[in-house]
C-alpha cells in the first residue's frame, strides 16, 4: 500500500507571546526528562531538563512542568522570539529504562513577528 | 571546549555501497550514542557504546548496520549495502560516565542514498 508520511504537529504564535508545547511519555519508569529544541539542519540542542522527584523547573525565559500522574510534560516559553522558531521534542530515560533517549513525536513552533 | 564532532556533515552513496559515519565525543565523555531520524520525524536510538564496548543495540537493525567505539579514535556507525530506505539524519550524542542523563548531540550527518 502507499505509505504516509507523518507530519510534526505545530504551533503558531504571535512574536511576545508566551508558547505551551506539550508531551506525552508512556513510561512511568522514566527518570529523567530533558526539553530539546533542534533548528533545520542542525542537531538537538539542551533546552531545560527536571529529574521525576520535581514537578517543576525554571530557566532563562522557559519552564517545564511534570505531571506523573497522568505522564505529560510541557515546555513553556515566555515571550516568544523569532529565533525561537525550530522543532521542539521532549525526550526521558532513567535507570530502569537504560541510558538511551526516547524521543517524543516534536512539536513545529513558528513564531510570528 | 569543542563538542560532539561527526562526519561528513553530508554524505551521497549509490545503492550498495557502504557508508562510514563519524563521531568524536566531547572532551571527557566516554559513552556515545547513534540516533536515526527520518523527515519530519523524532530521533529514534540505534545503539549504545563505551570504549570497545557495545552496551546496549537493541535498536539497531539485524543485518547491514554495525558500529564500534574503539579504545582510541572515533566511534564509527557503517552501513554496509545501503538502500534508499537508509537516507535519513544520523546523529551521535555523547554523555559523561552517568547511568542516565543528558546527551550533547553533534550536527548530525544527512546520508542520501541514490
Known amino acids: 500500500g502507499e505509505s504516509v508520511g507523518l507530519h510534526l504537529p505545530t504551533l503558531s504564535v504571535q512574536e511576545g507571546d508566551n508558547s505551551i508545547i506539550n508531551c506525552a511519555y508512556s513510561?512511568?519508569?522514566?527518570?529523567?526528562f530533558i526539553w530539546y529544541k533542534q533548528e533545520s539542519g542542525k542537531g538537538p540542542q539542551f533546552i531545560i531538563d527536571i529529574r521525576s522527584n520535581m514537578d517543576k523547573r525554571q530557566g532563562q525565559r522557559v519552564t517545564v512542568l511534570l505531571n506523573k500522574t497522568v505522564k505529560h510534560l510541557s515546555l513553556q516559553i515566555a515571550a516568544t522570539q523569532p529565533g525561537d522558531s525550530a522543532v521542539y521534542f521532549c525526550?526521558?530515560?532513567?535507570?530502569?529504562?537504560?541510558?538511551?533517549?526516547?524521543f517524543g513525536e516534536g512539536t513545529q513552533l513558528t513564531v510570528n513577528p | 571546549n569543542a563538542g560532539v564532532m561527526q562526519n561528513p556533515r553530508h554524505l551521497v552513496r549509490r545503492r550498495g555501497q557502504e557508508a562510514r559515519l563519524r563521531c568524536s565525543p566531547m572532551?571527557?565523555?566516554?559513552?556515545v550514542y547513534w540516533y536515526r531520524q527520518l523527515p519530519e520525524e523524532g530521533l529514534k536510538f540505534m545503539v549504545y557504546?563505551?570504549?570497545?564496548?557495545?552496551?546496549?543495540e537493541s535498536g539497531m537493525p539485524k543485518e547491514r548496520f554495525s558500529a564500534e567505539f574503539p579504545k582510541e579514535g572515533p566511534s564509527i556507525l557503517r552501513i554496509q549495502q545501503v538502500v534508499r530506505g537508509d537516507s535519513a539524519a544520523y546523529f551521535c550524542?555523547?554523555?559523561?560516565?552517568?547511568?542516565?542523563?543528558?546527551?550533547?548531540f553533534g550536527p548530525g550527518t544527512r546520508l542520501t542514498v541514490l
Open positions: 550524542a555523547s554523555s559523561p560516565p552517568v547511568v542516565y542523563g543528558e546527551q550533547f
Open positions: 513510561n512511568s519508569a522514566s527518570d529523567y
Open positions: 525526550a526521558e530515560n532513567g535507570e530502569t529504562s537504560g541510558s538511551r533517549l526516547t
Open positions: 557504546l563505551q570504549k570497545e564496548n557495545i552496551i546496549d
Open positions: 572532551k571527557g565523555h566516554s559513552h
